[in-house]
């Protein structure tokens, strides 16, 4: 993908707020994703609780899919990578925000 295709996926995807991310045998639900502007390999970020089918998928190394659509963006994509689980709580603090904190009731440290 060439850096000007990429700039302009990821500017879309900025903009839209949520997809619809599946791995392995866990069925696909709803996240929010994250990502840093600055970040060069343009990693996706998902907070998910530790014991959901998505998080065991991932502690496996599991390859998902991310199926994100907005008609305001003009953006339908389907993104494929490998899962990965962090546990760093500096990365978390990172990505927080009003989103993630209604979806956790305990906050950051919800299982």
Do not use: C
Request: charged residues 25%; negative net charge; without cysteine.
């Amino acid at each position: 993908m060439s850096d000007h295709i990429k700039k302009e996926f990821l500017d879309r995807l900025e903009d839209t707020r949520v997809g619809m991310l599946s791995a392995g045998s866990a069925r696909a639900v709803p996240m929010s994703h994250y990502f840093d502007d600055d970040d060069p390999s343009a990693t996706l970020w998902f907070i998910t609780a530790k014991q959901t089918d998505l998080s065991k998928a991932a502690g496996a190394g599991t390859p998902g899919t991310f199926i994100v659509s907005s008609t305001d963006e003009s953006l339908h994509a389907r993104v494929e990578g490998t899962l990965s689980v962090s546990n760093d709580p500096a990365k978390l603090d990172d990505i927080w925000n009003k989103v993630a904190e209604a979806w956790f009731e305990g906050g950051k440290q919800d299982p």
